[in-house]
């Protein structure tokens, strides 16, 4: 394994990523020249069952036609009684076989291979099965589409597992990583076990009340804190990466802009670090609430809606990006992909071979049988496109909502209209006595308790102290596991009634 | 989490496993005494989405009947045609329900709770799913019986991530780890990766051509070994644990005696190391080929049959299990679990937590189910004892045929009678001539090619240089992949063939 010599940043990489090498016991003995070995040998090599004792012999799933096909019901128990009612209109459903090496022949143009029950509950190659893998480089291909042509994907166990197994192959002790200061506060804890420094950088954001476009950036203070390196971080070595949520950013909501992408890809450039971009959110992008919401978007206007990524502009493999299915198809599946230069993806690879091994058989079956029955990359974006579009209508409802609350009305709180993904941040006006701040949001806190509405604290999504101080007067509300839009309409309320109550003996 | 105090081997943990304290940042804010709460607030916390935008709305699992429902089909043009078709006579199956919170109110006896869609493919506890970790803890008691009250459980990635998880518990940086000198190769690399040294146990084992009781020894060696620690491994701590794989030996076959467990426990005790247990093989438990095979086996009698194990014979949180479904159900569902004291299972905890999370839901959900479907443990442990059928079928088959060949006739080669698990070792008698030892081996191999059998190596499964050199004159057979038993036998007559190969010139 040394593609080493192809690979511009192999400085940036770990030395133990670069020092694995696994050698399985199975492997072959050499035969002399014109040896004449058996033509059929009988292989009773590894410790793998024949499919025939499998307990699974038959496997039938059923799909929703969309998310929340029979529309909403708020009603808790008609709720709980129809949950296994008949399947929805239109639904598809598939079988999964137990040999599918006739249907796989098929040579169809767009033909998306199965996964069938002896293959998929067998062991199997640690990047991923062959179709579900394929199916992974042809969405990058047409969805993602790098910048240079050296990368290859591998399957993860998820979001969290793709970011831990992409330290792991950048990271010795002591290297350092930078991260936005509001961020997926679990990489404190990855890069304690790793033992890899967290620099902060710090972030504007401008919520809006009037829902027009309010921009996230932070280029600025990146590049400033590059170039002052040895005065602001005396004694530690320069970065080596930086982690980045660009589209639907957790907690803010925001996505970065083109420009900016460029901006920071060129400071990358410059001081020589990578970029880990995370983007389980990318999927969920919207219009902002003054423009009439397109739910007939084409496979096509969705992907330019996308816009370029930090991968899409790269042209060196400085860009690893994180992919989950999480968002789009289901958390339980724990399944996620790596997209990366390929001499990164043989590092994680390898980390994978000792650590986890290839990510569950029944899912990579039901994930990719499921993209099967949908038509393949097309019929996928098109159910990706019905999620998005879910997502868009409780991102409308909530902003709209707080938009017309009382306590936004009063100039005592803004709400950011989400650009992408699951979160929409809510931020209460702690006026200029900097002294006031933290006792206003704990008092915030409270009335919510009162009121009846839990959210997260913008402060618990901080690795930064200052920023825990100075810039966390919001808190992040979540538009995903709300049955329908009159929750996340009577939660607007409950947030504005909170903060309403923090005024309660102001004059009016 | 400060379990610590009650733990007696706490000092044999590692420092990073005990450092860790991870921290969600979904942590409630404390309240106020007498604080009036809303008591029904909205929570709009996770990025975890509401079940109804999972694409999968139904899901329906055929089981087999038993292992090979219709027997055997030698023909593999057969068998790809038959593999689709029908279910098996006898076969259940079983529908995943979307809510399954009805059915799980049910509270008959025996009645083993169902994990339904909505659970299943949704974010869930790191320990694994309620219904699943139960049964593990159920499986446990009544299977395994640990000797100390203070024990737990965990799911795992399957055997090989529960190895490696246990190892991150115990090792620190320059530790010392002892193993059996032939054994599970993959720990080397999980000890390069983790930074641990392996001392490597030698081992005496004597394989019988007469089907008789032959048995594994190495409690002398180890024995000697640790009390002369200083002199034997200069300069290396003592040894904090001891990886060892007690029943169905891989490669080699054997199980170890009651007694010779109850010395290896002795000499842990006196030296104060853990014992790390992996029993992926442990319920595939034979009779000799001498003995009328019993395939009608009472739970309780296969119960009875496997005997103490290690944790069984444990007073004081010593011994850490491996357990995986690879084996009796299949490796696809990627899931094993870990027995072993609470502190230790805090440990691992942890770090599922930061690295992989809980085992797919899919997997969880068809394995859980699965063993509801077959009426908890009782019926479960009816599908192993199936299993183990199989096996033993396959494994007096391959024994008988190679007892009864040329080569073990002339005493050329011997053959080990299997006690438990997947392989049988095939012993190419070299003869005294150590200088001839590898030359001989190399020709076997040569030999095999031509003959057209496959196994691997005994030198591949060893971790000890003059193992490799003096002892590993042998190959291990798989049991397990084989369509049929007359493949089995025909790869006997093939092996056979090779060895008298090496003799073609003798005098007959």
Request: hydrophobic content about 35%.
């Amino acid at each position: 394994m040394t593609q080493s010599t192809q690979y511009k940043h192999e400085h940036l990489l770990s030395e133990k990523g670069k020092s694995r090498s696994f050698t399985h016991f199975y492997r072959s003995f050499p035969l002399p020249d014109n040896f004449k070995a058996h033509p059929k040998p009988l292989e009773l090599v590894g410790g793998v069952p024949n499919f025939q004792i499998f307990p699974v012999e038959s496997l039938k799933v059923g799909l929703r036609s969309k998310p929340f096909p029979n529309g909403y019901d708020t009603d808790a128990q008609v709720n709980a009684a129809t949950a296994n009612a008949a399947p929805s209109k239109d639904a598809l459903s598939f079988d999964v076989l137990v040999d599918a090496s006739e249907v796989n022949k098929v040579a169809e143009k767009d033909h998306h291979e199965e996964i069938d029950i002896k293959t998929g509950l067998q062991y199997s190659n640690t990047p991923g099965m062959d179709p579900l893998l394929k199916f992974t480089k042809d969405f990058t291909k047409e969805v993602i589409h790098p910048g240079y042509e050296d990368w290859n994907t591998i399957l993860t166990l998820g979001g969290a597992n793709g970011a831990y197994k992409a330290f792991e192959a950048v990271f010795n002790e002591g290297d350092v990583l930078l991260a936005q200061e509001f961020t997926f506060t679990p990489v404190v804890q990855s890069a304690k076990d790793i033992g890899f420094d967290i620099v902060s950088v710090p972030m504007d954001f401008q919520p809006t009340t009037k829902g027009g476009k309010a921009e996230l950036t932070y280029a600025d203070h990146l590049s400033k804190l590059l170039d002052n390196w040895a005065t602001e971080q005396p004694g530690k070595p320069k970065p080596k990466a930086f982690y980045v949520i660009p589209d639907g950013q957790n907690p803010l909501g925001f996505s970065e802009s083109l420009e900016h992408k460029k901006k920071v890809l060129e400071l990358a450039e410059k001081h020589d670090f990578l970029i880990i971009e995370d983007e389980p959110y990318a999927y969920l992008n919207f219009q902002p609430v003054t423009e009439e919401p397109n739910f007939q978007l084409t496979t096509k206007e969705f992907i330019e809606a996308l816009g370029d990524s930090y991968i899409s502009l790269d042209t060196t493999g400085r860009v690893i990006r994180l992919e989950s299915f999480s968002k789009v198809y289901a958390p339980g599946v724990r399944t996620g992909f790596i997209v990366g230069h390929k001499r990164v993806i043989e590092l994680i690879t390898e980390y994978t071979m000792v650590s986890t091994r290839n990510p569950s058989g029944l899912s990579q079956i039901v994930l990719n049988n499921t993209i099967s029955a949908l038509g393949g990359l097309q019929g996928y974006l098109g159910w990706i496109i019905n999620v998005r579009n879910e997502y868009l209508k409780r991102k409308n409802a909530l902003v709209l909502a707080l938009q017309h609350s009382e306590s936004v009305k009063k100039g005592w709180a803004y709400v950011n209209d989400a650009e992408c993904g699951m979160f929409v941040t809510f931020v209460v006006n702690t006026g200029d006595a900097e002294s006031k701040h933290e006792y206003m949001m704990n008092e915030f806190r409270l009335a919510t308790a009162q009121t009846g509405v839990l959210t997260v604290s913008g402060g618990n999504l901080s690795i930064s102290e200052e920023a825990k101080k100075e810039r966390a007067n919001f808190v992040r509300i979540s538009l995903a596991s709300a049955p329908d839009l009159k929750t996340l309409e009577e939660a607007a309320k409950r947030l504005s009634d909170a903060v309403v109550l923090l005024h309660k003996d102001d004059k009016q």
